[in-house]
């Protein structure tokens, strides 16, 4: 697998490094620029083939990563299976998972690890491209005959919202950038400016940004006296029999989820 990403990422470096990749860098830029300029922390990552786009956020430590030692840009690269990152729970502000998806061979892997690294108050940032962008024909054709950026297997949004809520993420916003005509050029000021401002689902590609689940915190007097009422009507053998019946169905949930994703 490493030495397969090494190869889409030496592609995708030369899509990146193109004109039309230039172009539409710069758009998905001028999308992401409000949320990092907004965002403060200490570490993000960004897991992609172009160049970095964290660099705007105040953030004091950003790392990219790479596939291979070869393949790695600067000091501040991260060289691994992006599907099993070698860093602690919840010890990033900021990541971004730029067009990796789509070339991963088990990619809800990369969700789950990006979910797991992100910090209760952090933002995980998306980029795929749109199944009904104006580079959607281009993928239809046969992968021997595909040349970036319809390489790999794109997917709906709405797929990643079932793989985040699997994580305990949920979609904050999705946004859309990149807007052309087929066959047009990116760099189509008029057709970015219209499509940004109405958010229209066309764009060549989106930009997901999700967030950890809050779960509502209960007041634990309430909770007393609930368990109270319970043990009151119905005895206490009942109470814990209820309390061992509510584990056994949320483990049985958990583990059909599981099996449902692997």
Known sequence: MTMTLAQAVREG???WGSEDG????????????????SHFGSHSLQLGMASRLTDMCPIHHAMSWAPTRALAQDDATLVCDPGTLPL????????LVHHLLEVMPNAHHLVREAARVTRDDGLLVMMGWNPFGADA????????????????????SGRLREWLAF???????????GF????????NLGLETLGRRYNLPFGG?????????????????TLLRRDAMAGKWLGPAALHRDH?????????????????VD
């Open 167 to 177: 994580v305990d993420f949920e979609i904050d916003r999705v946004d859309y950038c």
């Open 137 to 156: 024909l281009g993928h239809l054709l046969p992968a021997s005959r595909r040349r970036w950026p319809c390489k790999g297997r794109w997917r709906r």
């Open 205 to 221: 590609c989106y930009l997901i940004v999700a967030r950890r689940k809050q779960i509502p915190v209960q007041p634990l007097r």
């Open 180 to 187: 052309r005509l087929p066959g047009g050029h990116i760099h």
């Open 22 to 37: 230039v172009a539409l860098w710069q758009a998905q830029r001028a999308c992401l620029g409000p949320l990092c300029e």
């Open 88 to 95: 602690p729970d919840e010890s990033l502000d900021l990541v």
């Open 13 to 15: 470096r030369r899509f």
């Open 244 to 260: 061992g019946r509510r584990s056994g169905r949320a483990t049985h949930a958990h583990d059909d989820r599981m099996a449902e």
